[in-house]
């Protein structure tokens, strides 16, 4: 059974950081490519930031860039997301999800990792 | 940037079938994906490459395209199929997604 499971979520102030991690089970980690999806409250989905399989090629939405890094270590089937500089606006439910690269779906999610940026 | 257009809400009667759109800039040439997501659930791929539904999915839930228009129909609607859909296409190796629409079914 395919599983994503995220940590690392909290309550952080403005200009503070934090790491959120993916672990993943049920499936070949090093064959599919990661997502970070962002979800503000009573909002709708806003992709963050993806990753090749390979960890060659890395993607960011222009509102995360230059604050946020994705990382994955297949080792350890597990992928990152380090925000730093956070924001108010940054604050949502933040799910991975796996895909099997560019034009495909992305076909399972985890149940999601809240952040809260506040002060 | 690019930009996919759904409507805010739609309504349908149970039993009826409900059509929810997405609209974008050569989307007749680009893959569409939709995702049902629950109140307190993760989102839950309901259509694949506009007209794929994936294992699991019942049979009432269908997709096609229109021209620059991706329509996800779900017929004989049920009361579980009340939920908000997303639509989602590739551009530039970066995920979009769509606004949402609320389905309401009363």
């Known amino acids: 059974e395919v599983q994503l499971l995220e940590s690392g979520g909290g309550l952080v102030k403005p200009g503070g950081s934090l790491r959120l991690s993916c672990a993943a089970s049920?499936?070949?980690?090093?064959?599919?490519?990661m997502n970070w999806v962002r979800q503000a409250p009573g909002k709708g989905l806003e992709w963050v930031s993806s990753?090749?399989?390979?960890?060659?090629?890395?993607h960011y939405a222009d509102s995360v860039k230059g604050r946020f890094t994705i990382s994955r270590e297949n080792a350890k089937n597990s992928a990152s997301l380090q925000m730093n500089s956070l924001r108010v606006e940054d604050s949502g439910i933040y799910y991975c999800?796996?895909?099997?690269?560019?034009?495909?779906?992305?076909?399972?999610w985890g149940q999601g990792a809240l952040v809260t940026v506040s002060s | 940037s690019y930009d996919l257009t759904q409507p805010p809400s739609v309504s349908v009667s149970p039993g009826q079938t409900a059509t929810i759109t997405c609209s974008g800039d050569?989307?007749?040439?680009?893959?569409t994906f939709w995702y049902q997501q629950k109140p307190g659930q993760s989102p839950l791929l309901v259509m694949s490459?506009?007209?794929r539904r994936p294992p699991g999915i019942p049979e009432r839930f269908s997709g096609s395209n229109s021209g620059n228009t991706a329509i996800l129909a779900i017929s004989g609607t049920q009361a579980m199929d009340e939920a908000d859909y997303y639509c989602?296409?590739?551009?530039?190796?970066?995920?979009?997604f769509g606004g949402g629409t609320k389905l309401t079914v009363l």
């Open positions: 999800a796996r895909s099997e690269g560019d034009l495909t779906p992305l076909d399972y």
């Open positions: 049920g499936f070949t980690f090093n064959k599919y490519s």
């Open positions: 990753i090749t399989s390979s960890g060659y090629y890395i």
């Open positions: 050569n989307l007749e040439n680009k893959y």
């Open positions: 490459k506009t007209t």
């Open positions: 989602q296409a590739w551009d530039n190796y970066n995920v979009v």
